[in-house]
Structure formats: C-alpha cells, structure tokens
C-alpha cells in the first residue's frame, strides 16, 4: 500500500552473503506495473567493497530506469570497526534494555578505531536516546552524551544526513519543538532523506 501511495514503480530487491571476507550480492529490480525484472546484477569482492557496493548498483538500476543519479561511495572503515559497527548495529536493532551498554560500548570503540566513521555517531547517539525511549531511565546525562557525540561527528561533516537527523532527534526529546522544526526544514530544503 505504501508503494502504491507513494506512486513507487521499481523495487529493488537482494541479497548479501558474507562468507570470511568476500562479498557476494545478488540484486534485481522489478517493475511493479508488471511484475518484470528490469535489471538484475550479481557482484563479487572482498569486504573492502562492502561500501562501494551500494554506489555501483544505485548507478546501474538508475540508467536502466532512465534517471541520473550521483551516488556517493563511502569509505570502508576497515575489518576491525566494520565488525564492532555491525556488532553495535544488531545489538541496538534487539531494542533490547539490557544490550545497550554493550551497543554504545562498539560504537565507541569503533569510533576509537575509525573516527572518521560517521555511522558510528549516529547509532551511537540514538543508543543514547533509548535510554529514555525505551522508559530505562530519564537521566540527562544519556541525552547530554548523546549530543556530545552529535557534535564530533558534525565537526567532521555538517552536511551528514544522519547526524542532523539525529540533532532533531535530540531537540526533539529536549523539547526544543522549534530548533527541532529548524533542523527538519533544512534537511527537507536538502533534499536529505530521513533517517
């Protein structure tokens, strides 16, 4: 229904395969008017692609819809970060009170190991704000770390989709409505997808 609402003709669907350090992903796009396989790629390579990717099969299922786009290939953090990144990332999806300390605790040491990494800010920002989602505890001192790690990360990169999402999420639960509807302007003036 989504789809239909949102007037969304291709999907496209895949898989990945992680087997040691080489990739596998098999991907294809369907067009939903008829159910066709439009295009369909599958790629091989080492984890160091894990990013770059992404990029390759944007541009593709693009041409082949007839759109142009730039995608933007990010920079693989290297094996180490990637794993406590990963390991973070399953941890927090748990929504799982008891996994938090050990969720923030890989985005901090992938940061450590990779401070460029800007995904490692976000999640660790939003494992911050579940504390008080997720009713654990209303301490301050979880949202006051939170924008700490709001701040390196948009040192680095103002423009990151993701952090200044996740600066409107911080106003948000701070209760500053108007610096939040700040935030979420610019982002939509971007043309920045939501996260």
Not at 29 to 45: A, C, E, P, V, Y
Not at 63 to 86: C, H, I, W
Not at 139 to 152: F, K, N
């Amino acid at each position: 229904k989504v789809l239909q609402r949102e007037d969304v003709r291709y999907v496209i669907d895949g898989s990945l395969l992680l087997a040691g350090d080489q990739l596998k992903v098999s991907m294809k796009m369907i067009d939903r008017t008829d159910s066709s396989i439009r295009w369909s790629d599958s790629l091989r390579g080492s984890i160091n692609d894990v990013y770059a990717i992404p990029a390759r099969i944007a541009s593709s299922a693009a041409f082949v819809a007839g759109v142009y786009v730039a995608a933007n290939k990010m920079s693989f953090p290297g094996r180490e970060a990637f794993d406590l990144y990963t390991q973070g990332d399953i941890l927090l999806r748990r929504y799982d009170p008891a996994q938090l300390p050990t969720a923030i605790d890989c985005f901090q040491k992938c940061i450590g190991v990779a401070p460029d990494f800007l995904p490692a800010y976000a999640r660790i920002v939003f494992g911050y704000m579940q504390y008080h989602n997720q009713g654990v505890s209303y301490d301050p001192a979880y949202l006051d770390s939170a924008l700490v790690y709001i701040r390196q990360g948009l040192a680095k990169d103002p423009r990151s989709p993701a952090l200044r999402t996740s600066l409107a999420w911080y106003q948000l639960f701070t209760r500053d409505y108007a610096a939040a509807a700040e935030t979420l302007r610019q982002l939509e003036k971007d043309g920045a997808t939501l996260t």
